[in-house]
Structures are given as C-alpha cells and as structure tokens.
C-alpha cells in the first residue's frame, strides 16, 4: 500500500480541542465491516450495541504529565516531553528550544529548584538528561509535569488568566487519562478509552460483557507522520508491552467459547496480535513491540474495535485500512464529516464490528 491512500481531506474545525461535558456523550458511529453499513449512536448505548457475550480487551496504561516547561541560564524558554527512563536513571526527552542546546548545560524546571543536565544528544531534537538532584522520573513529573496533549490541541484561546489556565490544567488531567488508568508510563492517551465511565463499565457487567486489560505505553512516535511512499519500508516505533496471564487465559477461553473479542483501541489490538500466534492462541508476554499492522495483514484475535476518528497518513489509520478495508473505513470517516463528528484526541468514535 502506498502512504498516499492513507490520506483525507478534514475541515480543521472538526479537530476536538475541548473534551465533551461528559465522557459517554460522545458520539458513535457504528460500522458493519461485512456489509459496509453504518449507523449513528452515542457511546453511552455501547453495552447494547456490542455483541452478547463479547471480551473486551482494554489498555491500562496511564498518561505521566510528560510535558514540562524549562529556562536556560540566558532565560531561553526549553518545551520538553519526557519520552522514558533508562534503567541507569537517565532520561531520554524531546526539546524544543530557540538556539542550539549543548551537552553539559542545565535546564531549570519551571516552578521548582529542579534542573536537567543534558548528557548527550540521541538524534534530532532528542537528548538524554540527568535529574539534578537525581530522583525518580514519576516523582519529578508528578511535581513538575503537565499533560501531553497532541500538538493539533491549542490551548490559551479563551481564557488567559491564571486562573482560567489553572482549571483547564486541571480538566486535561483527568479528561486526557482513562477513568480504568493504572500503569504508568503513556506519553499520549489510549484515546478509545476516553469516553468510557464507571456507569457504562457496571452496565457492561451487568449485561454479561467482560473485560480484560493489557498494557501499552503509548509513546510519541503514535503521532509521526509516516515519510516513505511505500508503507513496507516504514520503520515502526516502539512501544512497551504487557499481555498478563490472566488476559491471555480470558482472549483463549472466549475464541474457545466463539465469543468475538473486542479491542478497545488500536494500541489494545496491537499488543493481542503481538501475543497471537498464527493459529490465534494468545500467549502471555512483555516486552517491545514494533508491530506495523497494514493491508494485507490478516487479523489472528480482533473481531470488534472501538476506536476514535484518526490523523490522515498515520500507522493508525493504516491498522484501521487491514481491520475492515479502506473503502468501507474512507466512507465512515466522509460520513462522519458529513455529520460534523469530532475528530482526533478528544473527539468521537467508532465501533467496528
């Protein structure tokens, strides 16, 4: 497949920059990948748009506040996005900065006595930093980090004041995480799971559905935009994994029992088809995976997706193309333009069945 099929004309009005008042308002667009049908629903009706009996596989995974805010010595402002840190302590982090960094230098996080010395440079406008005084990665972010939100989401249009920045602050802590979010680790948001609430989860029980959870830090590489013109010479990033015991068990005895397994998300599909072997058992596992999932690829476990609208030319849409055909996922997404959905991070969904 070509990276120019992958493309399609969005208004940019349509980019979700707010999230809705409340998670399961969204809108869903319920697709029939054996017939191409489509329908539209609100996400708080899922428990009875799924099939009886269904596994759904959710990702665990909770966003860090990622994003921090530095000066220089000269008073240059630093913009940095923790990426991970490596068993020695050290930090691997994207930064952004109006002239050039050197190694050696120290950064101070803003709001705190904290610096960053910056050891050496990885690749292109990424380095690896020291903590200075050395702490945990999760300990300084917790004090000095602020959610990672997608660069299509601006923030500051609206309301200026401290105050105003203060609340808004607030609300993308918890609407840019999953109320289910347990392992820390995310750069970015499973953002399927969104739009879930305790009240859908209990309705889900209560009408027989169960769920099992898998893991996968969502790492920046989900937003980068794919630069060859044929999608097998694509390198695909890595993201870390953990399929437990206890979900492989639950994925094997529902294929046993022909019960459709449901993906929440790509990101819970791609660590199924990690673990899956070609007969479809799924084995228990952790680690990396650098799955690039496209057309043709044949899926081994996922029958169901929710997942939301994604970015044209993306490794997202690519799985989206293998799971139900790019004819039949194009005209669900011109449909949803038509019916002026919300799209990206914050925005609606779909349920593909």
């Known amino acids: 497949m070509r990276t120019s099929e992958l493309q399609y004309e969005l208004p940019t009005e349509l980019i979700a920059q707010e999230p ?6 969204s809108r869903l667009l319920v697709l029939d990948r054996s017939t191409g049908t489509l329908r539209h629903e609100v996400f708080a009706r899922l428990p009875h748009l799924l099939p009886p009996k269904a596994l759904l596989v959710m990702n665990d995974t909770r966003v860090l506040p990622a994003r ?3 000066a220089r ?10 990426l991970r840190e490596t068993e020695a302590g050290a930090w691997e982090i994207m930064l952004t900065a ?22 050496r440079s990885a690749k292109a406008g990424v380095w690896f930093a020291e903590p200075v005084p050395c702490a945990p990665a999760v300990e300084i972010l917790a004090e ?3 959610p990672p939100l997608p660069p299509y989401i601006r923030r500051g249009t609206q309301d200026n004041s401290t105050a105003g ?10 609407r840019y995480q ?6 820390p680790g995310a750069v970015a948001a499973p953002t399927a799971g969104l739009h879930f609430t305790p009240a859908v989860l209990n309705e889900l029980r209560t009408a027989g559905i169960e769920t099992s959870f898998v893991t996968l830090h969502v790492g920046v590489g989900t937003f980068a935009p794919i630069r060859c013109d044929d999608l097998a010479e694509h390198e695909m990033h890595a993201e870390w994994y953990d399929c437990p015991a206890a979900t492989a068990e639950a994925v094997n005895a529902a294929q046993a029992q022909d019960r459709p397994i449901v993906a929440i998300g790509t990101t819970s599909a791609r660590v199924l088809e990690t673990c899956a072997d070609e007969s479809g058992r ?25 997942t939301n609208f994604h970015l044209p030319g993306s490794t997202l849409l690519a799985m989206l193309f293998a799971f139900a055909g790019r004819e039949a996922i194009l005209n669900a997404y011109n449909e949803a333009i038509r019916e002026r959905y919300r799209f990206y991070s914050y925005g609606d969904a779909m349920l593909v069945l």
Not at 73 to 82: D, K
Not at 101 to 118: C, D
């Open 282 to 306: 799924v084995t228990m596992a952790s680690g990396w995976t650098r799955l690039f999932i496209y057309p043709p690829y044949r899926f081994k476990v996922v029958e169901g997706m929710v």
């Open 68 to 70: 921090l805010y530095m």
């Open 178 to 183: 999953t109320v289910y979010a347990r392992r």
């Open 165 to 174: 920045k203060d609340e808004r602050e607030r609300l993308d802590r918890d």
């Open 98 to 119: 109006s002239g050039r960094l050197k190694t050696g230098e120290e950064l101070r996080i803003n709001g705190s006595t904290r610096r960053l010395r910056l050891t």
């Open 20 to 25: 809705p008042e409340q998670r399961d308002a």
């Open 73 to 82: 010595r000269s008073g240059g402002r630093v913009e940095g996005l923790f």
């Open 144 to 146: 000095c980090g602020h």
